[in-house]
């Protein structure tokens, strides 16, 4: 199947900094990626959708100057978390979309970013 | 709007018999249907879908779910549990293409399964 990475995979930092997570599709081209959070033994909580080339469309509720997402290419986006919180930290799950007719647009999932903030 | 429940937050179950974890959903129109497994500090790994065809679909690691329409339910099941499947297990939602936002995926909350030796 399509592979999905996430990069870094854990990452501390102090409070009021900033933080970028970049997610690659390897083998594919993705025109679309998403970005979740999942906090511990939570279910996964769509926070946005990024389209190459494009704006990306946050849910409700998602802070879009918090969190930066930037979809420069079709094989990778990135989330940035600008004047990061401990209330931040989480674990951040990417996923992007197959190229149409292969699938069936299926998503794969990168293996996440343990973020901490102190 | 499109809604996935999992009743269980865990479920226990002895090595070596079957297990089940439960997905009842709530869409409107004919919903694909996706179990992933997780386990710790680790993204999503696709285990089976269904999309259309036989109800019963057959994944990775010995996985199998039954889709039942007129329950609208799509259990995980495996006949025979190791300890290694001891994980999240998540079921989610989406429709089919064509539709705004039909490429979004809707989570249940997830159950764990702990498999005891």
């Known amino acids: 199947g399509a592979v999905v990475s996430q990069h870094p995979s854990r990452v501390i930092c102090k409070s009021g900094t900033s933080v970028k997570i970049e997610c690659r599709s390897l083998?594919?081209?993705?025109?679309?990626m998403f970005w979740y959070r999942q906090f511990p033994k939570q279910s996964l909580m769509l926070m946005a959708t990024?389209?190459?080339?494009?704006?990306?469309?946050?849910e409700q509720g998602v802070e879009k100057d918090k969190f930066l997402i930037n979809h420069a290419s079709l094989t990778l986006s990135t989330l940035t978390v600008t004047s990061a919180h401990p209330e931040d930290s989480s674990f951040y799950i990417c996923?992007?979309?197959?190229?149409?007719?292969?699938?069936?647009?299926?998503?794969?999932f990168g293996p996440g970013t343990r973020l901490t903030v102190l | 709007a499109q809604s996935v429940a999992q009743p269980e937050d865990q479920v226990n179950v002895a090595e070596g018999n079957p297990l089940t974890v439960k997905c009842t959903y709530s869409?409107?129109?004919?919903?694909?249907l996706f179990w992933y497994v997780q386990y710790p500090n680790r993204g999503l790994q696709f285990l089976l879908k269904?999309?259309?065809?036989?109800?019963l679909v057959k994944g990775s690691y010995g996985f199998e779910a039954e889709f039942n329409k007129s329950q609208t339910s799509f259990h995980l099941k495996k006949p025979s549990a190791l300890v290694s499947d001891s994980a999240l297990y998540f079921c989610?939602?989406?429709?089919?293409?064509?539709?705004?936002?039909?490429?979004?995926?809707?989570f249940g909350k997830g159950t764990k399964l702990s498999v005891i030796p």
């Open positions: 269904y999309i259309t065809g036989d109800n």
């Open positions: 996923s992007a979309i197959s190229p149409q007719g292969r699938n069936n647009n299926e998503q794969f």
């Open positions: 989610a939602v989406r429709l089919p293409l064509g539709g705004a936002g039909s490429y979004q995926l809707t």
């Open positions: 869409v409107s129109g004919n919903p694909y």
């Open positions: 990024s389209n190459e080339g494009s704006k990306a469309t946050y």
């Open positions: 083998d594919f081209q993705a025109t679309t």
